[in-house]
């Protein structure tokens, strides 16, 4: 249904949220809806009528392949010991059912990639910023709730960040486009500049419109960020941190600039908790680092984390190649130490150089 015009008339939904039944394309519909009223959206969740059970597919994208392999296998033990030829051939009908689907999912998940691909900045616009620089963004699963955000301001002076929500795939991506959207309507539409107040404001803005009218104890929603602002003769950096701390290699040495141990929206996040401010003086030569957690948690096939120690190290040793080449270094030492382990998280790392 994406791009498709459902609704002429949103008088149909006659409150904030509620369950109305309606009829699309000649298909009878459920739909649950919530307004978000910090950003004036619609959520609805569209479920037909006839269905009564939806099957839940748990890891769909590691799984799917398994679950066809074991109903072929399936077949044939009971073609075997029962010969039973309808058994077979509902069997059959019900695997074809099942790649139709699958393939379905993941024409969603690819869509969906596209989408979130779009409110990631262009190489082209960083290299009118930065000196030289290096971006390393893997989702988990194709999508998911890692992104990084760039914003020049009129007076060329400008932020870039790393940002980790809650959730990893499409409940994760859905939430970077909440992230993306608040952090931008903060830009345009306040005249806040400094980093700690823009975290202070996205705070409070992601609390009204995720956590707000959210009950439950066991869902707390949020995320983490690392933000800089960087003046527009990249002289002076501002610096502040929820959860992604900032790190620089200079002269042989890299220093960790450590975040605040707050996320943003979480319910245990004060409304008027105040993010530190850190500025730092670019020099020549500095190369600037920020981190998701994703590189840092990682496991081997030991099951052993690889940890902020090793990840420091890294730095130290690849800040010496040129930036260009840092991203693939970072990749290859990360599919080495996993070896035939699973990815366990979305990861990010840039990497960056002013003057």
């Known amino acids: 249904m994406i791009n498709n015009k459902l609704f002429n008339d949103l008088s149909i939904f006659p409150n904030k949220n509620g369950i109305i039944k309606t009829t699309i394309d000649s298909k009878k519909y459920f739909i649950a809806y919530n307004k978000l009223t910090s950003t004036g959206w619609y959520v609805f969740t569209l479920v037909e009528s006839s269905e009564v059970m939806t099957p839940i597919i748990k890891g769909v994208l590691s799984f799917s392949s398994i679950s066809i392999t074991l109903l072929i296998a399936f077949v044939f033990l009971q073609s075997i010991l029962f010969s039973n030829l309808q058994l077979k051939k509902l069997v059959e009908e019900r ?116 956590n707000l009218n959210n009950r439950d104890y066991r869902i707390d929603d949020g995320l983490e960020i690392g933000l800089c602002y960087i003046q527009a003769d990249k002289s002076k950096m501002i610096y502040s941190g929820a959860g992604i701390s900032l790190y620089y290699a200079y002269n042989n040495d890299v220093i960790r600039i450590k975040s605040d141990n707050k996320g943003i929206g979480y319910k245990r996040t004060k409304d008027d908790y105040t993010f530190k401010e850190h500025i730092i003086e670019i020099k020549e030569d500095m190369i600037f680092y920020m981190s998701s957690d994703g590189y840092e948690d990682q496991n081997n096939q030991e099951g052993k984390r690889f940890g902020r120690k ?39 790392i840039i990497g960056f150089k002013l003057k």
């Open 310 to 348: 090793n990840f420091i190290d890294l730095i130290k040793k690849f800040s010496k190649e040129p930036i260009s080449q840092q991203k693939d270094l970072f990749n290859k030492y990360l599919k080495e130490y996993m070896g035939y382990e699973d990815q366990r998280d979305d990861i990010t």
């Open 95 to 210: 695997t074809k059912e099942l790649k139709e689907k699958n393939k379905k999912i993941m024409d969603s998940i690819l869509y969906a990639k596209n989408i979130q691909n779009s409110i990631l900045p262009s190489e082209n616009l960083l290299k009118k910023k930065f000196k030289d620089f290096f971006i390393l963004w893997k989702p988990a699963n194709i999508v998911g709730g890692d992104f990084y955000w760039f914003k020049e301001k009129e007076d060329n002076s400008f932020y870039i960040a790393v940002i980790d929500c809650t959730g990893h795939g499409v409940p994760g991506a859905l939430m970077t486009m909440v992230a993306n959207s608040l952090l931008n309507r903060i830009i345009e539409d306040t005249n806040l500049k400094n980093p700690s107040d823009i975290l202070s404001e996205l705070n409070i803005l992601f609390k009204e419109t995720i």
